[in-house]
Antibody, heavy 118, light 108 residues
């Protein structure tokens, strides 16, 4: 089944950074935008930001402005989400998702667990 | 920013029951509203897009309606595999998203 493939689980110290990758099949990065969504333990879904790889243009939720950077590498069909100045509240599962047309998230990665702990 | 509310936050129902969840936006979002199902330990799955369109491969017992600020999601006859958490999600033409807080559908 077609899926976005994400990098493995990470354990980080407070104050450090994490970079999660998301690889897409075929022409994903030439036709679709990619969004990042996180889910803290027992909580709901929270949109972080996204990127249109063919333009290299990214946008971010206000909550994460200045602390997150989303990039994409078209030749390797991989998107990245880097979150800096990690704190315990950033412990969550981070998902990438493909955006079909406007705001429809139709294909998701399996999720990457990021644990922030001293 | 647009805020999304969902009700109820949880419900208990039996197999065969009809289930209805509502989602309200803090301002007019036209039909820019999607519904997702999430099971424990799994990524969300798209069920309904643009308020009322059934995603390919999704059973017809799922449906959605509404426009503007008020939306409804229904399961006509609950199946055992439908016990999950359901989220509404709005988007705008700048590719900004907001999710509702979710509705957990549990077995009665």
């Amino acid at each position: 089944q077609v899926q976005l493939e994400q990098s493995g689980a990470e354990v980080k110290k407070p104050g450090s950074s994490v970079k999660v990758s998301c690889k897409g099949p075929g022409d994903t990065f030439s036709r679709f935008a990619i969004s990042w969504v996180r889910q803290a333990p027992g909580q709901g879904l929270e949109w972080m930001g996204g990127i249109i790889p063919i333009f290299g243009a990214a946008n971010y939720a206000q909550k994460f402005q200045g602390r997150v950077t989303i990039t994409a590498d078209k030749p390797t069909r991989t998107a990245y989400m880097e979150l800096r100045s990690l704190r315990s509240e950033d412990t969550a599962i981070y998902y990438c998702a493909r955006i079909r047309i406007l705001g429809i998230l139709d294909l998701w990665g399996q999720g990457t667990t990021v644990t922030v702990s001293s | 920013d647009i805020q999304m509310t969902q009700s109820p936050s949880s419900l208990s129902a039996s197999v065969g029951d009809r289930v209805t969840i509502t989602c309200q936006a803090s301002q007019d979002i036209s039909n820019y509203l999607n519904w997702y199902q999430q099971k424990p330990g799994k990524a969300p799955k798209l069920l309904i897009f643009d308020a009322s369109n059934l995603e390919t491969g999704v059973p017809s017992r799922f449906s959605g309606s509404g426009s503007g600020t008020d939306f409804t999601f229904s399961i006509s006859s609950l199946e055992p595999e439908d016990f999950a958490t359901y989220y509404c999600q709005q988007y705008d033409n700048l590719l900004r998203f907001t999710f509702g807080p979710g509705t957990k559908v549990e077995i009665k």
